[in-house]
Every structure is written in structure tokens, then in C-alpha cells.
């Protein structure tokens, strides 16, 4: 198992950065396929952006792509999200998740497909 731990989120303006990480317990971080998701309040747990075990892959959202990217460190046990040219759509607790993929290349973009959650944190984005 893996224990999520997601940091980094707070309040900004609108075209704003913010930086968020997520660190893993354990020592088998890389044999996870990692991925952010994030929810608004009245709406369901939508994709952000996925990387493959190796970090060689990534798939991102139409709403988030050019201006978000997902990198992770497996020597550090975290994948991180730097979020650029923030919008006030953007605002929503944001989630990590992981899963145990067999295939280095593999990204997973559906919330079902992912065993270990984090427990979130909030980005707000202000006009």
C-alpha cells in the first residue's frame, strides 16, 4: 500500500502560480502510475493529469493543457503539479492518486482506475 500526502495549495490570484506536491509512503513509489484530479463544490471528481511509473508519459486535460504540468522525483517519492496562468475555474480541492501499473509507459486518466487517494488540497483562484 501507499499513503498519499498532498501540500501546496492556497489562495492566488487569478493568472497566478502555485506549486502542489504529493508525497508517497513506502519505497515502491515507481511502480505507480500517479495522477491529479480536483473537484469544484457541487461538481464530480474531474481529470487534471496523469504520468506514467517511468515519468515518461503524460496526458493532461483540454482545460488545464499549457498551462499545468505534472513531473515527479522517484528518488523523492513525489510527483508534483506546477500550475501556471491560474483561473478562477481552476478553484477546487485538488487530489492525488496512484495505482500499480506493470507497463512503464501507462497513464490512467479515470478516477476508477487509481487505488490510493490523497486527501486534497484546496486551490482557490480569485478574480
Known amino acids: 500500500q501507499v499513503q498519499l500526502v498532498e501540500s501546496g495549495g492556497g489562495l492566488v490570484q487569478a493568472g497566478g502560480s502555485l506549486r502542489l506536491s504529493c508525497a508517497a509512503s513506502?519505497?515502491?513509489?515507481?511502480?505507480?502510475?500517479m495522477g491529479w484530479f480536483r473537484q469544484a463544490p457541487g461538481k464530480e471528481r474531474e481529470f487534471v493529469v496523469a504520468?506514467?511509473?517511468?515519468?515518461?508519459?503524460?496526458y493532461y486535460a483540454d482545460s488545464v493543457k499549457g498551462r499545468f504540468t505534472i513531473s515527479r522525483d522517484n528518488a523523492k517519492n513525489t510527483v508534483y503539479l506546477q500550475m501556471n496562468s491560474l483561473k478562477p475555474e481552476d478553484t477546487a480541492v485538488y487530489y492525488c492518486?496512484?495505482?500499480?501499473?506493470?507497463?512503464?509507459?501507462?497513464?490512467?486518466?479515470?478516477?476508477?482506475?487509481?487505488?490510493?487517494w490523497g486527501q486534497g488540497t484546496q486551490v482557490t483562484v480569485s478574480s
Open positions: 504520468i506514467s511509473r517511468s515519468g515518461g508519459s503524460t
Open positions: 513506502g519505497r515502491t513509489f515507481s511502480r505507480y502510475a
Open positions: 492518486a496512484a495505482d500499480i501499473t506493470q507497463s512503464l509507459a501507462v497513464v490512467i486518466t479515470t478516477p476508477g482506475g487509481y487505488d490510493y
